[in-house]
């Protein structure tokens, strides 16, 4: 179609041969700040892309239309108030949404929209060809906010989204939300998803250091990362798609541990983008239903949870069964 923005790397891997299972595409990318219309271009080469490639799903990074939060807070805001969702609905409708078609269906997309005061919601949005990518049942604000975000951004809250595809149910996070065990829990035991799917803008520089041990790392969120990622989809048997930012932040200077990937309910990652450079990461062929229940095959750590545990009535918390 012509249209411009980087030259990506592209990685393709091969789950199975059956095409009927969902092929998932990460942009593990770096967003331009600021710059907001070469994040347009960015993102459209990179559906472009990957709709040539047979994904039938795109995911992007948090804030891959504005790029992240930087401490000056009089421009931070000019510009973040330009990169709300409500200024580009016309984009989404006449340039990103004309890009579906039968083979690519849905494009995960991050962004701010307006919330209350000067606060903006850090949403993300299920765009396919036949809903409102705005109503609530088809977005997810993100509800833990660390300190920057928390000058900016309000949370959602209780905020949860899970929506039923063809090849499982699904739910959402966003960054921080993955480093709180109680919203995953939620999601595993009682929305039984088969499926997370995270996006993020996860730094990667911070040191932790035990001298006496002769132990340092400088990179202690990348760490993080990249054990959270596998824990989670172990100790709840999901699958654990994650699609996180890369390189560095041209304003702060932060940078991004990149890293995204997809992670079986095993808890062993599959598939893992470059942690340096930006990177379009397609998986085809990936059998999640079939691939959760080989996992219980072992250990059903559902069952074994519920026998000792149960939801408390009129709440979305668990209590055990004698108490």
């Known amino acids: 179609m012509g249209m411009s923005g980087k030259k990506y790397h592209v990685s393709e891997r091969f789950f199975s041969d059956a095409v009927n299972n969902p092929s998932v595409g990460l942009a593990n990318i770096r967003a331009d700040v600021p710059d907001i219309e070469a994040n347009k271009d960015n993102i459209l080469r ?181 054990l959270v990622m596998a824990s989670a989809a172990a100790s709840h048997q999901i699958w654990v798609i994650a699609c996180n930012a890369v390189g560095r932040h041209a304003i702060s200077g932060a940078e991004f541990w990149g890293g995204s990937g997809i992670w079986a309910p095993s808890g062993l990652p599959l598939v893992q983008a470059s942690r340096i450079n930006e990177e379009l990461l397609i998986a085809h062929n990936i059998d999640i239903r079939a691939h959760r229940e080989f996992e219980k095959d072992d250990f059903n750590y559902a069952i074994d949870f519920s026998s000792i545990y149960r939801p408390v009535e009129g709440q979305r918390s668990f209590t055990r069964i004698d108490a």
């Open 46 to 226: 990179a559906v472009e892309i990957f709709r040539e490639k047979k994904a039938k799903v795109a995911i992007f990074p948090e804030f891959a239309l504005s790029g992240y939060f930087w401490d000056d807070e009089t421009a931070c805001r000019r510009y973040m108030d330009k990169a709300v969702i409500e200024n580009h609905t016309d984009w989404i409708e006449n340039s990103l949404r004309p890009l579906l078609n039968d083979e690519l269906r849905v494009v995960i997309l991050n962004n701010l929209e307006r919330g209350p005061g000067d606060k903006y919601f850090n949403s993300t949005f299920v765009i396919s060809s036949n809903h409102d990518y705005r109503k609530p049942k088809n977005k997810y604000t993100k509800t833990f906010l660390p300190t920057l975000e928390k000058v900016y951004s309000e949370s959602g809250k209780d905020d949860r989204l899970v929506l039923e595809a063809s090849f499982g149910r699904v739910g959402f996070t966003t960054c921080y939300d993955f480093m709180f065990s109680q919203l995953l829990l939620e999601y595993a035991a009682l929305d039984e998803v088969d499926a997370i799917i995270q996006l993020a803008s996860w730094r990667a520089m911070a040191q932790r250091e035990y001298p006496r041990m002769n132990v340092k790392t400088d990179v202690y969120y990348g760490y993080l990362w990249d």
